[in-house]
Every structure is written in structure tokens, then in C-alpha cells.
């Protein structure tokens, strides 16, 4: 089978949070099935870019609106990846360093899928299956199907995986020139609630809908930042598949991002020693349990409240824990963060910021993860840390629920929580010191977690058997 991939993001290449995560790992175990993927992502300027070879596949023009655009894409030249990666530059859009946050996100992504489409109409053949992920490529399962200088493509099953649904790419319809001749009859598959509606449109046109776990479908029903009588209609056609990690990439036995690896049969001696190291780097106490927090400061992932857990968990627990928090997003957030760098006892480190190589060394050096999320489609941050024997404490939502079975439940081996609130959280710091305490039960804990199977090969199994039902 013949499985294209396009996306806004794929690991190494470029990467702001899981779908790079998800992009960069799912080609490769579909491509170790013997199948032929090729993923397609936005030529940025990244070091990735710079640092290998790269030969050009094809060279066009098509037009966004009123203006022009030539394109260029591009192949990397020794199947570095493990699959066929394929980047797609258009000057004065997508050769920016970062991923998204430009006042033209709308323009550049838009060109970018009709260059895409553009490119694929061009092709002497047809692949079995375009498969898109999240609204930055969520327009191209409309536009094989409904835009005639494409028709040539609108027999090819389109699939759509939502990554994060809170997030849609709206704008409003005196954007609609951007969209190549369109049948104009089809104006209902575009919109949502007024305005052009990227992912509302890739939910009504893709042939299948998969979302990055069972619970977060569900959760989407009732809760999906107004789309809720959208997925309730297409649930037919939707199904959740939950990510696995890149067992390759997250590897704390060969981790290159380590000074000291962890061997999972016996993981005591390569934590302390990544936990020494963690402490000295922020001046923290490595006598005491060191609980981390990683990823977006941004409501969504209950970062707001983390400066109240702090002070609220040295206030009414005591100062017997550290806290190290890594992450970027919401200012006002980083700022609380980075005032309260002052106040530590050797206790509190803040690093803002993006830093894949810090990220790899608090999973390795902590001993719990604080996930607090209100929404969590999947949630990979709980199984980097349990395959590197950091226990996780997350709220029983999206695909923490799904992965996270609490300690006092039967087999369980994390620490959950119902609620996004301080009292919650810190309780469960709370309950995270009494298994502290107790050495050996931690080490049964740990040894346990670092053993679950959260590998992509039965979900990229799973992928593949939703395709044939297609094709
Ligand atoms: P989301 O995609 O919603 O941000 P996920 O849990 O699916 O959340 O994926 C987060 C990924 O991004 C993980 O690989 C995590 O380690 C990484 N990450 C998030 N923030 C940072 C950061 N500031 N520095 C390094 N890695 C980060």
C-alpha cells in the first residue's frame, strides 16, 4: 500500500509538540510493515535542513487568490527517516524558522496544501491513501474531491487524524478566493459556525476520522471548542487509535541526549546518576524526590496552576520535594514561573523555553511527572517518562486516562487525579511522598512502568487495517 502523509510537523525535521512526535514515528513502523510512505511537511528553516542532503523532485506554480506562487519540493537523499520525506518550499511563506505564530499562518498553510495537491495531481500515479493531520492539511481532503483542476484525485481515500481539536484554523470567508476553483455548491462542507472551518471541513470530507485515543473521541462529543454536533453526527466514521512512542528515539538504555543511560533491568544506579546531574545543573537537592513538569505553558495543559501547586505544596507539605519545571507559551505564566526562581531553597528550577535535549534529561532524572491537563488528546510526555522509570501523576482525561492505571487500582502503577484544580494536584504530591517513602514498592513502581509496551507497532497495525477498509 502506498500511504501519504502530510503534516505541519514531523520529528527530527521540525517539531512544537506530539503531532511532530507522531509524524516523525508512525511513516517508519508503517514503512518496517512493507509499505511505501511518504510523509510531505513545509520546507522551514530548520537545522535538519541544513544538515543533510537533499535532491529536487519537482519544480510548479499554482496560485493563492490573486497572487502567483512558484514551489519547490524537495527529497531527502538517503532515506535518513526510515520513510520518503518530501519538503515543499514556497519563498516568502514557509521559509521561516518556526513552525507556527506568524500573522499569516492561514496564507502559508493554505499554499502549502494547494502546492501539495498541485505536486500530487502531477504524479503518474495514484497512492492508495492521502492522510492528513490536523487543520494546517485538513482543506486538501475537500480539495481532491470538490476542486476540478484536481479531479484527477478525488477517487483516493483521504484519512484525518486529530491531534488536538481545540485548535481548528478558522478564518473568515473573504478567504475563500484562497481555495482553487471550487464547486460552489459544496460551500456547506466549509463552514462551521460562520467562517471557513479547516478542520470542521476535514471531518465532514475525509473518508475516516481517527482521533490519538478511544477516551478523547468520546471526550470530543461532549467537549471539542464547539465542533461537539459535528463529531456526534460523523461519529460513524470516527474511530481512536492511540499513539505509540518511537521506541528507537525514547530509548533510555542508548538515549545520545544522556550522560548516564538506565538499564531497564536495573534502573536504579542510571536514575540517581541523571538525577545528580539534573540538581547540580539547577542547584536542587538530589535527597529529595523531584517532581518535573514538561511541555506547553498554556490552560489546556493546567500550567496556571502549577505556580499555586508549588507554593501551596512547600506551604502545607513542607519543603521536602523539589520542582523543575521546562516549558514556554503563555507569558503571563512564565513570568509567575520566573519570579518565583527567588524563593527557592534549593528546591525550584525553571528553565523557559524550548530544549528537546533538557526534555530527554528530566525524564531520565526525575522521579515523578506532573500532567495536570485539562485536555489531553493523547498525552506522550506519561509514556516517555514510564519508559524512563519516571512515575506519572495525570489527570484522568483524554489519553492519560488511557494509559495511566492508578496505583490503587488493580495492577495500577501512577497516580491520578479527577480533577484540574491545586487541591487535587497536590494531593497527589501528597500521595507520591508516601511512595516515596517507601523504597521499596518505588522500585516495584518504577521497574514496572518502565516495562509497559506503548511501542507504535499494534497502532500502526491498527492504522494500516483502517486503510484496507477503504481501499
Ligand atoms: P502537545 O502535543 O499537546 O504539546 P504531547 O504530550 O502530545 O503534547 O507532546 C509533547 C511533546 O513535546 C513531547 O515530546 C515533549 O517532550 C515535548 N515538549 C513540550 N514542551 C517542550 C519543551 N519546552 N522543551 C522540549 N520538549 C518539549
Request: charged share 20%.
Amino acid at each position: 500500500m502506498e500511504i501519504v502523509h502530510v503534516s505541519a510537523e514531523c520529528y527530527p525535521v521540525a517539531k512544537a509538540g506530539g503531532l511532530g512526535d507522531v509524524v516523525g514515528a508512525l511513516p517508519r513502523y508503517q514503512r518496517e510493515i512493507s509499505h511505501v510512505v511518504k510523509v510531505v511537511m513545509p520546507m522551514y528553516r530548520t537545522r535538519f535542513l541544513y544538515e543533510n542532503k537533499w535532491e529536487v523532485v519537482h519544480k510548479g506554480g499554482s496560485s493563492l487568490g490573486y497572487w502567483w506562487f512558484e514551489y519547490t519540493v524537495i527529497k531527502e537523499a538517503t532515506n535518513l527517516l526510515g520513510f520518503d520525506l518530501y519538503l515543499v518550499d514556497i519563498a516568502g511563506l514557509l521559509d521561516r524558522e518556526k513552525v507556527y505564530g506568524y500573522d499569516d499562518d492561514a496564507e502559508r498553510f493554505m499554499a502549502f496544501q494547494i502546492a501539495v495537491i498541485d505536486w500530487m495531481a502531477k504524479w503518474q500515479h495514484i497512492p492508495d491513501i492521502v492522510h492528513v493531520h490536523d487543520h494546517h492539511t485538513g482543506m486538501i481532503p475537500f480539495m481532491m474531491q470538490h476542486c476540478p483542476s484536481y479531479q484527477s484525485l478525488s477517487g483516493i481515500p483521504t484519512v484525518l487524524t486529530i491531534h488536538n481539536a481545540q485548535y481548528q484554523g478558522a478564518m473568515s470567508w473573504d478567504k475563500s478566493i484562497y481555495i482553487p476553483g471550487w464547486d460552489s455548491w459544496k460551500r456547506g462542507l466549509l463552514e462551521w459556525e460562520g467562517n471557513i472551518n479547516p478542520l470542521a471541513c476535514a471531518i465532514k470530507t475525509a473518508y475516516k476520522v481517527t482521533t490519538v485515543s478511544q477516551n478523547y473521541l468520546r471526550e470530543l462529543r461532549s467537549m471539542s471548542n464547539g465542533l461537539e454536533p459535528l463529531f456526534e453526527y460523523e461519529k460513524g466514521k470516527c474511530s481512536g487509535i492511540l499513539n505509540g512512542i518511537d521506541t528507537d528515539v525514547w530509548n533510555p538504555a542508548t538515549d545520545p541526549y544522556l550522560q548516564h543511560h538506565i538499564k531497564p533491568s536495573d534502573p536504579g544506579k542510571g536514575k540517581a546518576a541523571n538525577k545528580r546531574y539534573l540538581c547540580d545543573t539547577f542547584g536542587l537537592d538530589p535527597e529529595k524526590p523531584l517532581f518535573v513538569f514538561i511541555g506547553r505553558l498554556v490552560g489546556e495543559k493546567a500550567a496556571d496552576l502549577l505556580p499555586q501547586v508549588i507554593v501551596d505544596g512547600f506551604q502545607f507539605i513542607g519543603r521536602r520535594m523539589n520542582f523543575l519545571i521546562l516549558g514556554s507559551g503563555d507569558p503571563e505564566v512564565e513570568g509567575k514561573l520566573e519570579v518565583m526562581k527567588p524563593l527557592s531553597a534549593g528546591d525550584y528550577g525553571v528553565y523557559i523555553g524550548y530544549n528537546e535535549s533538557l526534555a530527554h534529561r528530566m525524564y531520565a532524572g526525575a522521579d515523578f511527572l506532573l500532567m495536570p491537563s485539562r485536555v489531553e488528546p493523547c498525552g506522550l510526555n506519561q509514556m516517555y517518562a514510564m519508559r524512563y522509570g519516571t512515575i506519572p501523576i495525570v489527570r484522568k482525561t483524554g489519553g492519560l486516562q488511557d494509559t495511566v492505571v492508578d496505583l490503587d487500582e488493580p495492577g495500577g502503577y501512577g497516580i491520578t487525579h479527577l480533577h484540574a484544580s491545586v487541591g487535587d494536584i497536590t494531593h497527589g504530591i501528597y500521595r507520591a511522598l508516601q511512595l516515596y517513602g517507601d523504597p521499596v514498592r518505588m522500585k516495584a513502581v518504577r521497574k514496572k512502568i518502565m516495562k509497559l509496551d506503548f511501542s507504535w507497532h499494534a497502532s500502526a497495525k491498527h492504522y494500516i487495517d483502517l486503510y484496507r477498509t477503504l481501499t
